[in-house]
């Protein structure tokens, strides 16, 4: 699964209103190999599911013109929500590059019937579907009204996101070195109705990321914690595309910050 990350991050914009044609049979190939193969660093299984509107009565307010959805869940346990947030994405981006469209929904879908046509055991989530096809030339005016209403084209300030060594001090491009891009294609990552979770302090050659937390959790888990796997994709995607190695893992270093924000996990860049 080869694709140009940073350009298909660039360029995707969640798409609503579809041209009404079927995905074709090389693309619908290529989606599904990616959808059975992706992995994410958390070691989180998810399984994806390509699912015809028409044969499973699929449905949503906010879409017009998509003859297919993905879905895709998971079942409960550590760091879920992110390696769930993370595979979902990556899956979405790689339809971006083929011309594929596709919006995360997580509430506007007929979500009793997603979630039989999903076959969920006890444990099991279906946090988001999306809607997969082409893009219509236009966008529909509830489309543009909902895009306007949520801010959907502009991104809160790279230092007010990034942090340089502590939470006191804003971080700078030029400053932030090799995670600079990595960091900037984060930024741009789609979360629930645009609340923009993550933090980010760098310390050297290591970034630790938190979640700032605006929304309650709901039945399908934290989903702030599935946003801040979606980005975590276009920070670890975007490494990888600049041949930047690194690793995981989970050690607070303790740095002070506010009541509404919580550690979630740390990225080391390997040594040379």
Known sequence: MNFKVKESIKDRKSVRTFDGRRISDKDREALLKCMQ????????PVEFKLLNVNEHGLTSPVVIGAEDYIAAKTARGKNFEMGYGYSFETVCLYAKSLGIGTVLLASSIN???FEKVMDLKDNEVMPLATPVGYPAPKRSIREVLM????KADSRIDFDKLFFDESFS???SAEKAGVFADALEMLRWAPSAVNKQPWRAVVCKDTVHFYEAKSLGDSPLGDLQKIDLGIGLSHFDLTLKEEGISGRFFEKDPGLAHEANVQYIISFEKESL
């Open 147 to 150: 895009r306007k209403g949520i």
């Open 37 to 44: 193969t992706v992995r994410n660093p958390f070691d989180v």
């Open 169 to 171: 001090k804003g971080l």
């Open 111 to 113: 979500r009793s019937t």
